[in-house]
């Protein structure tokens, strides 16, 4: 086992109000990360795309239009680690993105979510404006 190496990947649905380069931005400040650079999809519907190569990850950040399945989240962010071509295809791929949803509310500032297994439900990580405290609820999904 232990010569085996395992990529990771996570997927992180964001709720913001702005445009993409201001959460960029603002992701770019609490993660201490460079700037990124935004270009068009290849692929309709063309729409921008905000990417960044950090720490041996790939990063995608973009707008979702009127998603059905969350409604409340305006933005997405996917990242996997570079050059895992052979972790994909062996299936030794790990799925951070509980952590980095909690991870991204707290350096960011923003309320996130990540999608349990099931697909059906996630959980979001959010600040309470009452508490002052980050915290956490289930979430299921829009049918």
Known sequence: MADKVYGARTKVFIQFE??????GTK???GLNISTLRYENMEDEPYDLVGYAEVLGFEVELRSMQNSDKWPDYQFLLEAT????FQEVFND???????????????????????????NQTGQSFYLNKT?????????????
Do not use: H, P
């Open 18 to 23: 702005g445009t993409l380069q201001d959460l």
């Open 27 to 29: 992701m770019e400040k």
């Open 81 to 84: 680690t570079t050059d895992s």
């Open 92 to 118: 030794r791929m790990f799925d951070i993105s509980l952590w980095m949803a909690r991870y991204l509310s707290l350096t960011c500032e923003v309320t996130t979510l990540a999608e349990n297994l099931n």
């Open 131 to 143: 508490t002052s405290k980050r915290e956490s609820s289930s979430v299921e999904a829009k049918k």
